[in-house]
């Protein structure tokens, strides 16, 4: 499975144009119920906001939404959903919210006060890549530890958890192609002593 951009975080950052404030608030979220939930929460936060603005993109169903929520069409959930999209990140949802202070922005005011407004979310989200990892364990004598926990992050993998008991036990997650480079150099390294095994997949953070 292919990987993906999001967010990493929930987060928001604002700013002032024309003595209107523009809020943008982001969160990774992976279904709509979730989007949805979360653009609730905004509305009730900022109930005496002058509009809420949001988009959101899911790799489930493909689903794209956008909202003006008031704002002359096409001059704010579009551009909104726009930013999302240009970034190349799903998963996500964003919410614009705006004070209205007095002054008309027009038209293309608007849009580029609400695409600046997702793009300073975003941004504050942090945007990283996610990419389907296989997740291993394996089990080796104590004195084979040192060489085999040095040579999972040598392949770009990453150790999740390490038990000591008579053996060590070792859970760690690696991408597909690095897991066949490290299980060669495992082989080679105890001279085919020690064998790991897949044991689930899921999408971490590259």
């Known amino acids: 499975m292919a990987g993906y951009r999001t967010v990493e975080q929930e987060a928001s950052d604002f700013f002032i144009e024309q003595r209107s404030k523009f809020i943008g608030y982001v969160k990774p979220v992976q279904t709509e119920e979730q989007a949805l939930a979360f653009i609730n929460e905004k509305r009730q936060q900022h109930w005496d906001a002058t509009h809420n603005v949001y988009a959101y993109c899911l790799r489930e169903g493909q689903l794209q939404r956008y909202s003006d929520d008031g ?79 040095g040579l999972i992050p040598s392949n770009h993998g990453m150790i999740d958890n390490t038990d000591f008991t008579d053996k060590v036990e070792i859970d760690y997650h690696i991408s597909p192609d690095n897991f066949v480079k490290f299980q060669k150099q495992l082989a080679d390294t105890t001279c085919g002593s020690v064998e790991t095994a897949i044991i689930d997949e899921k999408f971490f953070k590259v």
Request: proline share 3%; aromatic share 6%.
């Open 71 to 149: 704002e002359p069409h096409g001059t704010a959930g579009v551009p909104t959903l726009d930013v999302i999209l240009k970034s190349g990140v799903t998963d996500v949802v964003v919410v614009v919210t705006r004070y209205f202070g007095g002054i008309l922005l027009g038209a293309g005011g608007l849009v580029r006060a609400y695409t600046k407004g997702a793009k300073i979310a975003l941004e504050a989200g942090n945007i990283i890549t996610m990419e389907m990892c296989h997740i291993a364990r394996l089990q080796c004598d104590y004195n084979q530890y040192g060489k085999i926990s």
